[in-house]
């Protein structure tokens, strides 16, 4: 069964940083562009990142540029989103999918940005 | 960033065929593939609808998808209960170099 899980969220002042993580299972994990994806509270559906199977390339939403970075680490099968500086704006719930389709996804994550 | 417009509610009576458009422009929809989602209350968004018109397996033939030029529609036939949701159009945008999602749009069945 293909499964995203993902993990590292939680309640953090604003400035502070937060890393997600994000492990998949039940298929060939480097064979597939992988995304993050956030939901404010109430809101809609907003991309943040994505990152080719081999890292090489990485695209961001503007509003995340210069303060989160995408990785992988395809031998573990893992997929990071490193938060810095982070603002109450990115309060919201993070979840990972696999490939351009966006399929699946994980449950996500509940990131809080709060003082 | 939502550059995809959808209209926030559609609703229809059980059995009846509800069609959610996605409005955007020729560096997202005019030029690539459209997927669809459906969020149900309290959960992960799920695929719907990719490249357009294509079905994942699983997915009911209800769903239908469509494109043209800058548009996209998503038709429910047959409308049923457990088809109240959200659902969203994604598409990749090549002037802003990453994926846009649509404003979502709430289907009630009355």
């Known amino acids: 069964e293909v499964q995203l899980v993902e993990s590292g969220g939680g309640l953090v002042q604003p400035g502070g940083s937060l890393r997600l993580s994000c492990a998949a299972s039940g298929f060939t994990f480097d064979s597939y562009w992988m995304n993050w994806v956030r939901q404010a509270p109430g809101q809609g559906l907003e991309w943040v990142a994505n990152?080719?199977?081999?890292?090489?390339?990485?695209y961001y939403v503007d509003s995340v540029k210069g303060r989160f970075t995408i990785s992988r680490d395809n031998a573990k099968n893992s997929l990071y989103l490193q938060m810095n500086s982070l603002r109450a704006e990115d309060t919201a719930v993070y979840y990972c999918?696999?490939?351009?389709?966006?399929?699946?996804w994980g449950r996500g994550t509940l990131v809080t940005v709060s003082s | 960033q939502s550059v995809l417009t959808q209209p926030p509610s559609a609703s229809g009576t059980p059995g009846q065929r509800v069609t959610i458009s996605c409005s955007g422009s020729s560096s997202n929809i005019g030029n690539n593939a459209v997927n669809w989602y459906q969020q149900l209350p309290g959960t992960a968004p799920k695929l719907l609808i990719y490249?357009?018109?294509q079905r994942p397996s699983g997915v009911p033939d209800r769903f239908s998808g469509s494109k043209s030029g800058t548009s996209a529609s998503l038709a429910i036939s047959g409308l049923q209960s457990e088809d109240e949701a959200d659902h969203y159009c994604a598409a990749w945008d090549d002037s802003l170099n990453g994926f846009v999602f649509g404003t979502g749009t709430k289907v009630t069945v009355l």
């Open positions: 990152i080719k199977q081999d890292g090489s390339e990485k």
């Open positions: 999918a696999r490939s351009n389709w966006f399929d699946p």
């Open positions: 490249s357009s018109n």
